[in-house]
């Protein structure tokens, strides 16, 4: 099945005054001390770059990635995660933020967090721009967390379908094209 662009629902002005509260409490949290910022590729990135700059100098930021099975070109999650590309800082010791677009069945972050413990971090925390309670399978402690959304496909700011619209500045509802 194919997706086009439908209703805006975050817009750019939501996004941005989100992305800065949420900054906020990371940088009253993290105040003065070192921060490993792991994004979850690809969906992350958007996210990731727009709120380690909102977060600023007051914390010692580091950025690394991380990137694990994804959908495909399906919507629905097949529950199957493994690493892609692991990071490529040691974290252990390290106060760690696991950075994701979206925390939908919850697997993917589930692994990931599971995956980053083993590491032994001094600390660890989420930050998912967008969550689907909804669509929980396996629950997951978030600790920033930016807006709860309907159970619909989104596109944009870093999400996609099928690799595609990571680029819109907003989120948007995909919806079927009939042709
Ligand atoms: P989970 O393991 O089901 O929580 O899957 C999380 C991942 O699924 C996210 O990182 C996204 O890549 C993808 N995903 C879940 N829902 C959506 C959506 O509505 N649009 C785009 N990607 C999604
Ligand atoms: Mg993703």
Redesign the pocket.
């Known amino acids: 099945m194919e997706y086009k662009i439908g209703r805006t629902l975050i817009s750019k002005e939501e996004l941005h005054s989100k992305i800065s509260e949420i900054a906020a409490q990371i940088r009253r949290d993290y105040a003065g001390k070192e921060l490993v910022c792991v994004g ?1 590729l690809k ?1 992350a990135v958007v996210f990731l770059a727009d709120l380690i700059r909102e977060i600023g100098p007051d914390v010692n930021v580091q950025v690394d990635f991380l990137a694990i099975s ?2 495909g070109a399906s919507t629905k ?1 097949s529950g199957v995660v493994r690493i892609q590309k692991d990071l490529s800082t040691d974290i252990h010791g390290k106060n760690v933020l696991i950075v ?10 589930g692994y990931i967090r599971q995956l980053m413990l083993e590491r032994s971090p001094s600390s660890l925390a989420i930050a998912v721009l967008l969550d ?1 309670p909804a669509r929980h399978k396996q629950e997951v402690e978030v600790q920033y967390k930016g807006f709860t959304i309907p159970d619909e ?3 944009g700011f870093g ?3 099928a690799g595609h619209f990571r680029q819109l500045p907003e989120v948007c509802i995909a919806v079927p094209s009939e042709e």
Do not use: A, R
């Open positions: 979850v969906g994804s959908y999650s994701e677009d979206i925390l939908d069945t919850g697997l993917s972050l689907k496909f989104v596109i999400l996609d379908y």
